[in-house]
C-alpha cells in the first residue's frame, strides 16, 4: 500500500535509475581560483542516491577550458572539464562515489576556471536512484 508520499516498494520504477539536469547555463571567463554557484541547486524532496553524473556542451566554445564541480552541499563529489575548444554536442563523463542524500539535501554545480571566449553553454546531468523508506511500503 502506498503512502500518502504516493511512494511503494511495489512501484516498477523501484531501484531504477533516474536522470535530472540543472538549468543550461554558461559559466563566462573565470580565473583560477575563483569557484561560483552557476547552475542553481538541487533540493532532494525524498532521499535519493547519487550514481553519476556528466556535462554536455550545447554550444561551441573557443579558445580554452571550462571547469564543473559537482557539490552535495559545499563538499566536492566530482569535477569535470571541457578541454580547449569544445564543439555542441561534445559530452564530457564523471566518475563519483555514489552518494546518499536525505530529504532537504542539496546537490550544487559550480563552475570554475574558464578561460574559453566565448563561454560555452553546459547541462549538466545527474543521475540517481530512490532510496526507498520503511514507511513508504
Known sequence: MATGKGRSYSDPSYGEKHVFSFA?????????????????????????TV????????????????????C????????????????????VEGSLTETSLTAGDTLCLYSGTSVADPAPFVIARVEYRETFEAEDS
Do not use: H, Q, Y
Not at 580565473?31 to 538541487?42: L, M, N, Q, R, Y
Not at 553519476?52 to 564541480?69: E, L, M
Not at 578541454?83 to 555542441?88: E, I
Open 24 to 48: 543550461r547555463c554558461s559559466m563566462g571567463t573565470r580565473s583560477d581560483g575563483a569557484t561560483v554557484p552557476e547552475a542553481g541547486i538541487f533540493t532532494a524532496m525524498d532521499p535519493i
Open 51 to 70: 550514481t553519476d553524473w556528466n556535462i554536455v556542451c550545447d554550444a561551441t566554445g573557443d579558445g580554452g577550458t571550462s571547469v564543473w564541480v559537482l
Open 72 to 91: 552535495k552541499g559545499t563538499t566536492a563529489l566530482g569535477t569535470l572539464a571541457f578541454v580547449t575548444n569544445p564543439t555542441a554536442g561534445t559530452t
